[in-house]
């Protein structure tokens, strides 16, 4: 008999009473918050200033290609590092030079 699992894509806690950070993790959706997991595919720390994501975005679209639904904060996170990322890699926009000064009267 086959199995069909349902995968999620979620946050899982760790770190200090009052401190937390968190693992984004792919799991089976009956697993507990903090149980098994099958890949750890980033992390979030909320406490920094400002917030910490780091995403394998390659892993989370692979993930989410098989079938994998994210939680809520997890799209979240996800759309929030392609954005980061995105503006890493955006080339920096020359003014341009040969535009002529525009005389305001005053």
Same mark, same amino acid.
């Given at each position: 008999?086959? =199995?069909?699992?349902? #995968?999620?894509?979620?946050?899982?806690?760790?770190?200090?009473?009052?401190?937390?950070?968190?693992?984004?993790?792919?799991?089976? =959706?009956?697993?507990?918050?903090?149980?098994?997991?099958?890949?750890?595919?980033?992390?979030?720390h909320?406490?920094?200033?400002?917030?910490? #994501?780091?995403?394998?975005?390659?892993?989370?679209?692979y993930? #989410?290609?098989?079938?994998?639904?994210?939680?809520p904060?997890?799209?979240?996170?996800?759309?929030?590092?392609e954005?980061?990322?995105?503006?890493?890699?955006?080339?920096?926009?020359?003014?341009?030079?040969?535009?002529?000064?525009?005389?305001?009267?005053?």
């Open positions: 008999m086959e =199995h069909h699992y349902v #995968i999620k894509l979620r946050l899982r806690r760790m770190g200090a009473k009052k401190r937390p950070h968190y693992r984004i993790v792919a799991t089976e =959706h009956s697993s507990p918050r903090d149980g098994r997991f099958i890949e750890s595919i980033g992390y979030y909320p406490i920094e200033n400002p917030p910490t #994501i780091k995403v394998d975005l390659e892993r989370a679209k993930w #989410i290609s098989v079938g994998a639904q994210p939680s904060t997890v799209a979240s996170l996800i759309r929030k590092a954005a980061a990322e995105g503006e890493g890699e955006a080339e920096p926009v020359e003014a341009e030079t040969d535009a002529e000064p525009v005389a305001v009267e005053a």
